[in-house]
Structures are given as C-alpha cells and as structure tokens.
Nanobody, 121 residues
Framework: QVQLVESGGGLVQPGGSLRLSCAAS????????MGWYRRAPGKQRELVTA???????NYADSVKGRFTISKDNAKNTVYLQMNSLKPEDTAVYYC???????????????WGQGTQVTVSS
C-alpha cells in the first residue's frame, strides 16, 4: 500500500555531515507525521527526530543542535541533515511515517528498510 524508500547513508569521518532522504509512495491520502529512528549495535531502536504535518519538530537530546529534519510535502519526502557527526551516531537509520491510506480512516505506521550510517576515522 505504502512504500518508504531511504537513501543517503554511508561512511563519514567524525565531524562530517550526511543527508538522509525518505520518499513515501503508494495509496497515500495524507501523512500525519514523519520521522527518523535509529538502532545502534546492541541497543534498542530510538527516536531521533520527527516532524508533524504542521511542521512541528522534536529531537532527541543527543542530536539537538546537530541534526535537522525537514520535509517536502509535494514530494512526500522527509530529509535528515546530520552535521557534526560523532562515532556514537553510528546506527541503522529508519524512516517512519504515519499515513492515512485511501479508503482507510485512521493512520497506520509504515517503515523504510533502513540505511546504515557509520561514523569512523
């Protein structure tokens, strides 16, 4: 019904930057929220940042001031600009969207396949 496709991960040195993208497609009536989660090795998945349909954002304390979430409503795409990356940012990053599918009245969660971000010298 709905697909989320992520791109932009990779290997970067500490202090570097990466930009992740996540494009949603399919039977989308509207998108309530979009966000990014991550799972580091040996740790539970955690919320990194999210943005509502109205543009309100929230960030994990660990990324405040370094990461910025933004979206392009026309393209159903959310972006994550990551600056001043640290080794502890190394994780698989997952895109999430709360989507109202055509013909279904309540939002459902959809997930991307994940993209690896590795911060290492």
């Amino acid at each position: 019904q709905v697909q989320l496709v992520e791109s932009g991960g990779g290997l970067v040195q500490p202090g570097g930057s990466l930009r992740l993208s996540c494009a949603a497609s399919g039977r989308i009536s509207s998108i309530k929220n979009m966000g990014w989660y991550r799972r580091a090795p040996g740790k539970q998945r955690e919320l990194v940042t999210a943005i509502t349909s109205g543009g309100d954002t929230n960030y994990a304390d660990s990324v405040k001031g370094r990461f910025t979430i933004s979206k392009d409503n026309a393209k159903n795409t959310v972006y994550l600009q990551m600056n001043s990356l640290k080794p502890e940012d190394t994780a698989v990053y997952y895109c999430n969207a709360a989507v109202i599918v055509y013909g279904v009245g309540i939002p459902h969660d959809f997930w991307g396949q994940g993209t690896q971000v590795t911060v290492s010298s």
